[in-house]
C-alpha cells in the first residue's frame, strides 16, 4: 500500500456542488498538506496542518476547507466548486514540517464543469 | 513570502549531456531546499535536498549546489538517460512548509 492514499484519483463534478478530497498516511507524520498544480504555475500551498489542532490558511485558501480528522485524515473540502478549481490536488506529509521533505500522495485531478 | 523563481520552464537535451536548472528565492531566512521529480500520472518525488549550512551536494549522477548570498540554488543532472524526462520542481522552506518553483519539463531525447 502507498505511504500516502489519496481518494478519489479523479472526479467530475458541477458547478456549485460540495465535493471532498481525502489523504490518508500511514508514515505516522504529524504534518500534512494540500497543494494545488496547475499547468504553468507549479505547486500552490492551500491548507497545512501539524497536528489535529493546529490547521493553517496557505497562499490559495479561498474557497477550500480542511478537516484533520486524526493524525492519519487530512481532507480537503470545495464547499460550492467553481470550474477555476479544476486542477491537480496533491496532499503531502512530512516528519519534521519545512526542513525535511515531503512524501507526496498520487493526486486527486478534479475538475469542475 | 517566499517567492521562488525556476528557469527554465522547458529543456530538451540530447541522452548523455548534462542538464541545469535554477532557482532563485527571496527570504534569506530559508533554509532548506529539496528537489523533486515528477513523472507523467505521478505525485513529486523528492530526488535530492541541501541545507543551507553546505554549498554542494552529490547523489551519483545529480548534484545541488546552493548559493546563500547570491540566494540561488541549482540542479544538476550529468550523462542524462531518456528515464530522467520529467517536471522538475524546486522549493525552498517558508517558515512551517516549502514554497515550490513552477517547474521545469526536462526531455532527454535518444
Known amino acids: 500500500d502507498a505511504d500516502v492514499t489519496q481518494t478519489p484519483r479523479n472526479r467530475i463534478t458541477k458547478t456549485g456542488k460540495r465535493i471532498m478530497l481525502e489523504c490518508s498516511q500511514t508514515?505516522?507524520?504529524?504534518?500534512m498538506y494540500w497543494y494545488r498544480q496547475d499547468p504553468g504555475l507549479g505547486l500552490r500551498l492551500i491548507y497545512y496542518s501539524f497536528d489535529v489542532k493546529d490547521i493553517n490558511k496557505g497562499e490559495i485558501s479561498d474557497g477550500y476547507s480542511v478537516s484533520r480528522q486524526a493524525q492519519a485524515k487530512f481532507s480537503l473540502s470545495l464547499e460550492s466548486a467553481i470550474p477555476n478549481q479544476t486542477a491537480l490536488y496533491f496532499c503531502?506529509?512530512?516528519?519534521?514540517?519545512?526542513?525535511?521533505?515531503?512524501?507526496f500522495g498520487s493526486g486527486t485531478r478534479l475538475t469542475v464543469v | 513570502g517566499e517567492n521562488v523563481e525556476q528557469h527554465p520552464s522547458t529543456l530538451s537535451v540530447q541522452e548523455g549531456d548534462s542538464a541545469v536548472i535554477k532557482c532563485t528565492y527571496s527570504?534569506?531566512?530559508?533554509?532548506?531546499f529539496p528537489w523533486y521529480k515528477q513523472e507523467l500520472g505521478k505525485g513529486p518525488q523528492l530526488i535530492i535536498d541541501i541545507r543551507s549550512n553546505v554549498g554542494e551536494k552529490k547523489d551519483q549522477r545529480i548534484a545541488v549546489t546552493l548559493n546563500k548570498t547570491a540566494k540561488h540554488f541549482s540542479l544538476h543532472i550529468t550523462e542524462t538517460q531518456p528515464e530522467d524526462s520529467a517536471v522538475y520542481f524546486c522549493a525552498a522552506s517558508i517558515q512551517r512548509a516549502l514554497n515550490f518553483g513552477k517547474g521545469t519539463s526536462l526531455l532527454v531525447t535518444p
Open positions: 503531502a506529509t512530512s516528519e519534521t514540517g519545512a526542513r525535511d521533505g515531503y512524501t
Open positions: 508514515k505516522g507524520h504529524d504534518r
Open positions: 527570504d534569506s531566512a530559508s533554509n532548506y
